[in-house]
């Protein structure tokens, strides 16, 4: 977990416009924070990072609900060789955090496919293939019902699942965000869309807060 006072602004990525290789957000880190969730987490060891600072994971959403970068961030990172029943697990240990105020997001995409995205499509309003929209409507379903084990089963689902999360690093931050729901909270869903075919940019809310 990132553990620094200033963490720097990273771009983990290549191949897209200019523009988000300008982004800087200059966020403050919490090590108060960090240690606390370094001390919560007893799944797996948790180490202090004062190197790495907030990769497009974390800036890329933040930035949209925090523009002023104004309010202190802590990333932790995942180690997707585990199973998802691990991840959904580890994320029980932050709900400690979650209930003193701390905003928990989990950033990625539900179906997350680049190789197969239609880049010639991208501004095609909704447009997703089948198997994507397949995928996207189970996992709403069992979102909305809360049914977390059919979501935490993904690999047991298909071939649209199978399309939808080639790699498990999108998909694996909604079951952190589903471990953290208290039983008496509301879930809803928003920005419900497919793009460019293989990618969708649905997005869920736990809780009543605006």
Same mark, same amino acid.
């Given at each position: 977990?990132?553990?620094?006072?200033m963490?720097r602004t990273?771009?983990?990525?290549?191949?897209?416009?200019? @523009?988000?290789f300008?982004?800087?957000?200059p966020?403050?880190g919490s090590p108060?924070v960090?240690?606390?969730?370094?001390?919560?987490?007893?799944?797996?060891?948790?180490?202090?990072?004062?190197?790495?600072?907030?990769?497009h994971?974390?800036?890329s959403?933040i930035?949209?609900?925090?523009?002023? @970068?104004?309010v202190p961030v802590?990333? *932790?990172?995942?180690?997707?060789?585990?199973? +998802?029943?691990?991840?959904?697990?580890l994320?029980?240990?932050l709900?400690?955090?979650?209930?003193?105020g701390v905003?928990?997001?989990?950033?990625?995409?539900?179906?997350?496919?680049?190789?197969?995205? +239609?880049?010639?499509?991208?501004d095609?309003?909704?447009?997703?293939?089948?198997? +994507?929209i397949? @995928?996207?409507?189970?996992?709403?379903?069992?979102i909305?019902?809360?049914?977390?084990?059919?979501?935490?089963?993904?690999?047991?689902?298909g071939?649209a699942f199978?399309?939808?999360?080639?790699?498990?690093?999108?998909? *694996?931050?909604? *079951?952190?965000?589903?471990?953290?729901?208290?039983e008496?909270?509301?879930?809803?869903?928003?920005?419900?869309?497919?793009?460019?075919?293989?990618?969708?940019?649905?997005?869920?809310?736990?809780?009543?807060?605006?």
């Amino acid at each position: 977990v990132t553990a620094m006072e200033m963490p720097r602004t990273i771009h983990d990525f290549g191949g897209f416009p200019k @523009a988000l290789f300008d982004v800087q957000y200059p966020a403050p880190g919490s090590p108060g924070v960090a240690k606390e969730a370094q001390s919560l987490i007893t799944k797996t060891e948790v180490g202090l990072d004062d190197k790495w600072g907030l990769d497009h994971g974390a800036w890329s959403v933040i930035k949209h609900l925090y523009p002023e @970068a104004d309010v202190p961030v802590i990333q *932790l990172s995942l180690d997707y060789n585990k199973p +998802a029943k691990y991840h959904y697990e580890l994320a029980r240990e932050l709900a400690t955090l979650r209930r003193k105020g701390v905003l928990i997001v989990g950033s990625g995409n539900m179906v997350h496919n680049l190789r197969m995205v +239609a880049w010639t499509q991208l501004d095609e309003p909704g447009f997703g293939y089948d198997w +994507a929209i397949e @995928a996207n409507e189970k996992m709403k379903k069992f979102i909305l019902t809360g049914d977390h084990q059919q979501l935490i089963d993904y690999g047991a689902q298909g071939r649209a699942f199978q399309l939808a999360i080639p790699t498990p690093e999108h998909y *694996l931050p909604l *079951l952190y965000a589903l471990a953290l729901k208290e039983e008496d909270e509301e879930v809803s869903l928003f920005n419900d869309k497919a793009v460019g075919g293989s990618l969708t940019m649905t997005s869920v809310k736990i809780g009543n807060a605006e």
